[in-house]
């Protein structure tokens, strides 16, 4: 029996040879190191803690020193009357073919990927940042022309925490019905609000707070919806 030899050349690569198999080994490694990139990042957006769930608000400095804390450290925000409140309670309707439904008295919020907020519900309410500054919600289509709704983000504190910010900046501020008196209503400063656009009508009498996120652990929705009634 005859057997044939094998015809793979034993002779060294040529120079351009060489380089062309480098080149394709150093392309095919890219890509898998683009894709394991690709799939790393993907397991991080959906492992984190606040991304398209429900959330609560609540003032909190970002701070282990009591003496630090300001007036409204620990309090939790609410949503009534189409505007977020502290110091106010929660309002809420239930859905028509439930009319005597049990109200939430939690406010739950969602801050996306895409960097927009809304309030956990069955009908939709968007948050935004209206042309004054102050903090409302609504349907999305009866929003104020002017109004912000993107670029909010979170970023975890110093000491802990997932605290709600903006990307353009700007600070979380909340302004009295009365002067020094609870309820307070939440504005987001980006340009000096004016004095006429406070309940009180004075800038001076607001107090600048750190609004941090956590875990809700009550059944969603939430509420059927938030509703345009006045706080208590």
């Given amino acids: 029996m005859l057997l044939r030899k094998n015809n793979i050349s034993s002779r060294p690569l040529s120079d ?6 480098v080149y394709e080994t150093n392309r095919i490694m890219v890509s898998f190191k683009t894709t394991a990139l690709i799939f790393s990042l993907a397991s991080v957006v959906s492992s ?16 282990l020193d009591p003496t630090q804390f300001g007036k ?3 309090q939790v925000i609410h ?10 309670a929660t309002a809420a309707t239930c859905p028509p073919a439930n009319p005597g439904c049990t109200t939430t008295k939690d406010t739950v919020i969602h801050v996306w990927l895409e960097t927009t907020m809304s309030l956990d519900t069955t009908a939709a309410n968007k948050i935004f940042k209206d042309p004054t500054g102050a ?3 609504t349907a999305p289509n009866a929003m104020t022309p002017g109004s912000v709704t993107r670029g909010f983000r979170v970023k975890v504190g110093t000491f802990g925490g997932n605290y709600v910010y903006h990307e353009k900046g700007g600070n979380w501020i909340a302004c009295p019905i009365l002067k020094g008196r609870a309820p307070y209503q939440v504005f987001f400063e980006q340009s000096p609000i004016l004095d006429m656009d406070t ?34």
Wanted: net charge negative; hydrophobic share 40%.
């Fill in 16 to 21: 351009t040879s060489h380089q062309a198999l």
């Fill in 48 to 63: 984190l803690p606040w991304d398209n769930r429900g959330m609560i608000a609540t003032v909190l400095e970002d701070t």
């Fill in 72 to 74: 409204l450290h620990g």
């Fill in 79 to 88: 949503a009534a009357a189409g505007k977020f409140w502290i110091g106010a």
């Fill in 135 to 137: 903090l409302l919600y």
């Fill in 199 to 232: 309940p009180t009508g004075r800038r001076a009498d607001c107090l600048g707070i750190s609004i941090s996120i956590e875990s809700y652990t009550g059944p969603t929705p939430a509420a059927y919806q938030y509703t345009p009634g006045a706080p208590s």
